[in-house]
């Protein structure tokens, strides 16, 4: 289904690019919380969770688009 620029819905690739920012996001606050806390990555769960759903989220809008 094609989207017009104009009718206020995101395009394909503004989702993909929202996912792959959240993942990024998650595994910088994680990272640095891991580094002030003990000075190694330690990945929290809550960090874990949004890394694995956005990875789930751009997997599933790369295998629908196919």
Same mark, same amino acid.
């Given at each position: ?15 993909? +690019? ?16 891991? +580094? ?9 769960? $809550? ?14 809008? +790369? $295998?629908?688009?196919?």
């Amino acid at each position: 289904m094609a989207r017009n620029a104009g009718d206020g819905q995101p395009t394909v690739k503004e989702k993909r +690019l929202v996912y792959v920012a959240f993942f990024l996001i998650a595994f910088a606050v994680d990272l640095i919380v891991g +580094l002030l806390r003990d000075g190694t990555y330690t990945p929290t769960l $809550i960090g874990l969770a949004i890394m694995i759903t956005s990875v789930l989220f751009l997997v599933y809008s +790369l $295998i629908r688009d196919r």
